[in-house]
């Protein structure tokens, strides 16, 4: 078991570029997450997902878009890159119901 | 929405020294989970609290849900170096489908 795996690792964008932050999961999790961290601070949901095919806003959606086709991957869209969007990205799947949460290894990505 | 709040935001204590971060809700919870960030590392799930009241132990960390499940605490006894990191906690809301997280409580640890 993989677990959860993010890719790239790191990325840096100019303004305005766009990029796609991959996520993918073999445990057969149907509830899939996206969560940006500011250096220093806490976790904020971005967009999650309760299985194939639905996916819904979090707490900061704006600039991002998000699709869910298969079970397994997630994969994050950031359109028009800007330098408020410099973060680490983690990517996180569960079950859905009162167990934990499993996070991938993160991708840090600068723009500039 | 649904608030957590977390304090202290950092804590430094000496290697040997008890160390406690607490965690409060604006909602009552579902149920809460703790996290363990190493420094450069992501958010790795520690344990989950369900019913009002609940003490749970793992080694040297006790953690806590209050009777109105609307807090919890995570206390260590005897840090040592091996518990740097940011602890968070995270609430699921009754009929909710998703935790929110606190801010953290970045512990560090003096040899």
């Known amino acids: 078991n993989a677990g959860v795996t993010q890719t790239p690792k790191f990325r840096i964008l100019k303004i305005g570029q766009s990029m796609t932050l991959q996520c993918t999961q073999d445990?057969?999790?149907?509830?899939m997450y996206w969560y940006r961290q500011d250096p220093g601070m806490g976790l904020k949901l971005i967009y999650y997902s309760v299985g194939a095919g639905i996916t819904d806003k979090g707490e900061v959606p704006n600039g991002y878009n998000v699709s869910r086709s298969t079970t397994e991957d997630f994969p994050l869209r950031l359109e028009l890159a800007a330098p408020s969007q410099t973060s680490v990205y983690f990517c996180a799947s569960s079950y859905g119901d009162t167990r934990g949460y499993t996070f991938g290894s993160g991708t840090r990505l600068t723009v500039v | 929405g649904q608030q957590v709040m977390q304090i202290p935001q950092y804590q430094h204590v000496q290697e040997g020294e008890d160390f406690t971060t607490y965690c409060n809700s604006s909602t009552t919870l579902s149920n809460i989970q703790w996290y363990k960030q190493r420094p450069g590392g992501h958010p790795v799930f520690l344990i989950q609290l369900v019913k009002s009241g609940e003490v749970k132990k793992q080694k040297r960390l006790t953690f806590q849900f209050g009777e109105a499940k609307k807090n919890s605490s995570l206390h260590i006894t005897a840090t040592q170096t091996t518990d740097v990191g940011t602890y968070f906690c995270?609430?699921?809301?009754?009929?909710?489908?998703?935790?929110?997280f606190g801010g953290g409580t970045r512990l560090m640890v003096k040899p």
């Open positions: 995270a609430g699921l809301r009754i009929a909710g489908n998703m935790l929110t």
């Open positions: 445990m057969n999790h149907n509830y």
